[in-house]
């Protein structure tokens, strides 16, 4: 994910079919699940989408922490704050990194 921001996906432009089929041929893939709930999060404001790739996610990674903080903004797009903190709880648990992306969303934590 080159220069760009770690929680977008990468190429953006492609089409819902494209981040579908992602998932359809590698159905054990965590990243691809996570790319795809950013997608329908992010584009499409489909949260139950979204989520339920997301889920899918974790489900395949527990400790995948890019997923718990897409979860977390997931939530947060649904006025869910309460259960939203929990996940950017674990996603800097798994992956310090994304402090600043939560921090952005949250203010400071």
Not at 38 to 64: G, I, K, T, V
Request: aromatic share 12%; proline share 4%.
């Amino acid at each position: 994910m080159s220069g760009r921001n770690s929680t977008e996906p990468e190429n953006v432009n492609e089409s819902q079919e494209y981040y579908d089929n992602r998932v359809a041929v590698d159905p054990d893939n965590a990243e691809a699940w996570c790319i795809r709930g950013m997608y329908y999060n992010n584009y499409h404001n489909q949260y139950a989408e979204a989520m339920e790739s997301c889920n899918r996610a974790l489900e395949l990674d527990p400790e995948y922490g890019l997923a718990w903080y897409l979860k977390g903004v997931i939530l947060t797009n649904m006025n869910k704050t309460d259960e939203a903190a929990a996940c950017f709880e674990n996603a800097t648990r798994y992956d310090p990194g994304l402090k600043e992306d939560v921090q952005f969303v949250v203010g400071n934590v």
